[in-house]
């Protein structure tokens, strides 16, 4: 009676901390998810409407990034391209990224414009196209792979940690 008691507790314990484990890793993973999407939500802002040139457009307008912004900004891996009204593309920046050349982003902003939606991710890059004051549109392609890795390393590093 005793033994069955204790197997009883010990198999009740075992279970109450599984539970705790499961709950807390998966409050540390939605977390982390949830601020990395909200960084490239707050990245992807700055860069549409500095145009991807932060300190020339804020300090024209009067305005002033933030300097952990500014650092961002300067950190991130993107490309802009930029259409006139008749959608003819005027402009093609990608300077601030080393993994695409001038007509890959060609392409990606071809396939941007043909998906008929102004914000969504395409492989590697999350995108918004937001018209300008000219009538045209710029297409932001921000590079969100390192963050998504990052994801996926304290995902696994968690749950190996958790199995362990």
Do not use: C, K
Not at 59 to 77: I, Q
Not at 108 to 136: C, H, K, M, W
């Amino acid at each position: 009676m005793i033994a069955a008691l204790q197997r009883r507790f010990v198999v009740s314990a075992m279970i109450a901390v599984t539970i705790l484990l499961v709950v807390v890793l998966g409050a540390v993973n939605l977390t982390n998810y949830a601020m990395t999407e909200r960084y490239g939500d707050r990245l992807m802002e700055v860069l549409i409407e500095t145009e991807g040139t932060p300190d020339r457009s804020w300090r024209a307008a009067g305005g002033e990034l933030p300097m952990a912004s500014r650092r961002e900004v300067l950190e991130a891996r993107y490309f802009l391209l930029r259409w006139n009204d008749n959608g003819d593309l005027l402009y093609t920046d990608t300077e601030h990224t080393f993994a695409v050349t001038p007509q890959e982003a060609i392409d990606y902003g071809r396939e941007a414009l043909q998906s008929n939606v102004l914000a969504g991710d395409l492989e590697q890059f999350r995108f918004r196209i937001v018209p300008t004051r000219d009538d045209g549109a710029v297409a932001v392609f921000l590079d969100m792979s390192a963050q998504r890795r990052s994801v996926g390393t304290v995902f696994w590093a968690s749950l190996l940690g958790g199995i362990v």
